[in-house]
T-cell receptor, first 111, second 116 residues
Framework: KQEVTQIPAALSVPEGENLVLNCSFT??????LQWFRQDPGKGLTSLLL?????REQTSGRLNASLDKSSGRSTLYIAASQPGDSATYLC??????????FGKGTKLTVNP | GAVVSQHPSRVICKSGTSVKIECRSL??????MFWYRQFPKKSLMLMAT?????????EQGVEKDKFLINHASLTLSTLTVTSAHPEDSSFYIC????????????FGPGTRLLVL
């Protein structure tokens, strides 16, 4: 059974700082790994999707990496801004299409 | 980009009543839709997979008679919480996968259910 863990549970940084969010998964037989953003009381916004054959994906100030063999993914946010404050979720997708989510990392970027 | 809507966004109901939540894919057709539930400070948990024209597949521990799912068209899936109880209070999120076979699931904005 796939289990996804995100560390840290919460992170507070000053504006402008670069930061890394961590995600680990127990079953390396994944189809892809996705990173989402969730604002309080809102739904999910897909940020990046990394296929199992890929090592990383980039979108603007965001870069996500995937190391299947070690069961890890990281989300790198460059030059953080207060608008980046949200909860970031990672989810591993197996062949059955099911997404298994971590509990998320709550990020606060202070002006 | 692909848009998924949910209605209502927030609902308060009395214990014992039934509540229907709609999930619509607005600009694409979805043969498969997923229903998730999120408790505070917990992961999103997949409740069921809804396939157009067939019965939903429920995850272990999810009562199919409690959470009725109907996927009558390629753009609409509904989740009905029957005889709601306070412990059913939660944030319900749907997602949809488009017909083109892309892996990405597009998520709705969620529905906050409060059962009094």
């Amino acid at each position: 059974k796939q289990e996804v863990t995100q560390i840290p549970a919460a992170l507070s940084v000053p504006e402008g700082e670069n930061l890394v969010l961590n995600c680990s998964f127990t079953d390396s037989a994944i189809y892809n790994l996705q990173w989402f953003r969730q604002d309080p009381g809102k739904g999910l916004t897909s940020l990046l999707l990394i296929q199992s054959s890929q090592r990383e994906q980039t979108s603007g100030r965001l870069n996500a990496s995937l190391d299947k063999s070690s069961g890890r993914s990281t989300l790198y946010i460059a030059a953080s801004q207060p608008g980046d404050s949200a909860t970031y979720l990672c989810a591993a997708q197996g062949g059955s299409e099911k997404l298994v989510f971590g509990k998320g990392t709550k990020l606060t970027v202070n002006p | 980009g692909a848009v998924v809507s949910q209605h209502p966004s927030r609902v308060i109901c009395k214990s014992g009543t039934s509540v229907k939540i709609e999930c619509r894919s607005l600009d694409f057709q979805a043969t498969t839709m997923f229903w998730y539930r999120q408790f505070p400070k917990k992961s999103l948990m997949l409740m069921a997979t809804s396939n157009e024209g067939s019965k939903a597949t429920y995850e272990q521990g999810v009562e199919k008679d409690k959470f009725l799912i109907n996927h009558a068209s390629l753009t609409l899936s509904t989740l009905t919480v029957t005889s709601a109880h306070p412990e059913d209070s939660s944030f319900y999120i749907c997602s949809a996968r488009d017909l083109t076979g892309q892996e990405t699931q597009y998520f709705g904005p969620g529905t906050r259910l409060l059962v009094l």
